[in-house]
């Protein structure tokens, strides 16, 4: 049995949180990426293959992913993506986010926190998870785990503008 697409596309909507961060966000507890390397590591990579860091980090400085605009969370990704960053699949997966938010009913314009806005989904899924009928079991497991890679995405670009002092919350 397939789940839906309205039912997901429901899920999403549910999903909208206010666009500020909370004292919280900075304490709350990491999950561990599931293909074994963390998000520090994926992201450092990233940053670090071709000498392209200095670049990424100056691209990133620009954005807060606590408070950004589908659009620029796009415009963002073009950037990285441009300039090697991240690579054309990398790019591509990473697209899904602003797909989840257009899902969710979230304006081109419209700040979202986007933290917040996986942690959110990630609850309804597991909730989602623990009343699903057996035939719905994979498809939920899977949407589950790729908000999770995308969450720990977010928290290491999060966590590199709070290091780099370009945080506006601080």
Do not use: C
């Not at 520090?40 to 293959?49: D, F, G, I, Q, V």
């Not at 992913?65 to 090697?84: A, C, D, N, W």
């Not at 966590?159 to 002092?165: A, F, R, V, Y």
Request: proline share 3%; no cysteine; aromatic share 4%.
């Amino acid at each position: 049995m397939q789940i839906p697409g309205t039912l997901l596309g429901g899920l999403l909507s549910g999903v909208i949180g206010q666009a500020t961060r909370s004292p919280e966000h900075n304490s709350q507890a990491k999950t561990e990426p599931t293909d074994g390397t963390t998000a520090s590591e994926s992201l450092n990579t990233l940053l670090a293959r071709s000498g392209v860091q200095s670049l990424g980090q100056e691209i990133l400085k620009s954005y807060d992913v606590t408070h950004i605009t589908p659009r620029q969370f796009s415009e963002m990704l073009q950037k990285l993506r441009e300039s090697g960053v991240i690579s054309e699949e990398e790019y591509l997966d990473l697209t899904q986010i602003r797909r989840d938010l257009t899902d969710a009913g979230i304006e081109a314009d419209e700040p979202v926190d986007l933290l917040d806005f996986y942690q959110k989904l990630m609850r309804k899924l597991q909730l989602m998870l623990s009343l699903a009928s057996t035939e719905s079991v994979d498809e939920i497991q899977q949407t589950l785990q790729r908000a999770e890679k995308h969450l720990e995405w977010l928290e290491k670009v999060s966590t590199q503008q709070l290091e780099s002092g370009t945080d506006i919350w601080a």
